[in-house]
T-cell receptor
Framework: EDQVTQSPEALRLQEGESSSLNCSYTVSGLRGLFWYRQDPGKGPEFLFTLYSAGEEKEKERLKATLTKKESFLHITAPKPEDSATYLCAVLHQGGSEKLVFGKGTKLTVNP | KAGVTQTPRYLIKTRGQQVTLSCSPISGHRSVSWYQQTPGQGLQFLFEYFSETQRNKGNFPGRFSGRQFSNSRSEMNVSTLELGDSALYLC???FGWGNSVRTEAFFGQGTRLTVV
């Protein structure tokens, strides 16, 4: 059964203090690993999809990387507006679009 | 380009009632998946529809059902509501063309269901 574990559960940073969020996974044939950002009361906002080990993608202050067992979301010089819950999900090989999610990391960036 | 639209945004229902939620996917997307999000369990997969057929189903009781129309719009229905059904219900849309195509899944803003 596919499993996704995110750590830490919560992270507090000072503005400008860079850090990384971790997503470790076990899946029978990875088709894609997704990162989303979710603000309270809203739907997840798509950030990245990574498809193979060694792949990296960047968007503003965020950079996602993928290995065969885990993914990292690096946040460089965060700002208070980066505060949100970051969700990781995996999609495995097969005909369905079912995503298996981790519980998320709640990031708070203090000014 | 319009995103995924879910209606209504908020619902309050009484135990024992039934409810229908609606999701309009991004134009051109044929796959619609539904998820339940609660503070304790996180996002859990309910079911996925592709070209009007249910392609996958999660571990939820039969009270949860869905369907998809020829224009790819989807509805989910929950009958005999229980207090534990209170949650944020999210739908996601994607092309759904299978393993040979790289895919991205986009979510709507969700429907907040409160059962009292």
């Amino acid at each position: 059964e596919d499993q996704v574990t995110q750590s830490p559960e919560a992270l507090r940073l000072q503005e400008g203090e860079s850090s990384s969020l971790n997503c470790s996974y076990t899946v029978s044939g990875l088709r894609g690993l997704f990162w989303y950002r979710q603000d309270p009361g809203k739907g997840p906002e798509f950030l990245f999809t990574l498809y193979s080990a060694g792949e990296e993608k960047e968007k503003e202050r965020l950079k996602a990387t993928l290995t065969k067992k885990e993914s990292f979301l690096h946040i460089t010089a965060p700002k208070p507006e980066d505060s949100a819950t970051y969700l990781c999900a995996v999609l495995h090989q097969g005909g369905s679009e079912k995503l298996v999610f981790g519980k998320g990391t709640k990031l708070t960036v203090n000014p | 380009k319009a995103g995924v639209t879910q209606t209504p945004r908020y619902l309050i229902k009484t135990r024992g009632q039934q409810v229908t939620l609606s999701c309009s996917p991004i134009s051109g997307h044929r796959s619609v998946s539904w998820y339940q999000q609660t503070p304790g369990q996180g996002l859990q997969f309910l079911f996925e529809y592709f070209s009007e057929t249910q392609r996958n189903k999660g571990n939820f009781p039969g009270r949860f059902s869905g369907r998809q129309f020829s224009n790819s719009r989807s509805e989910m229905n929950v009958s005999t509501l229980e207090l534990g059904d209170s949650a944020l219900y999210l739908c996601a849309s994607s092309f759904g063309w299978g393993n040979s195509v790289r895919t991205e899944a986009f979510f709507g803003q969700g429907t907040r269901l409160t059962v009292v």
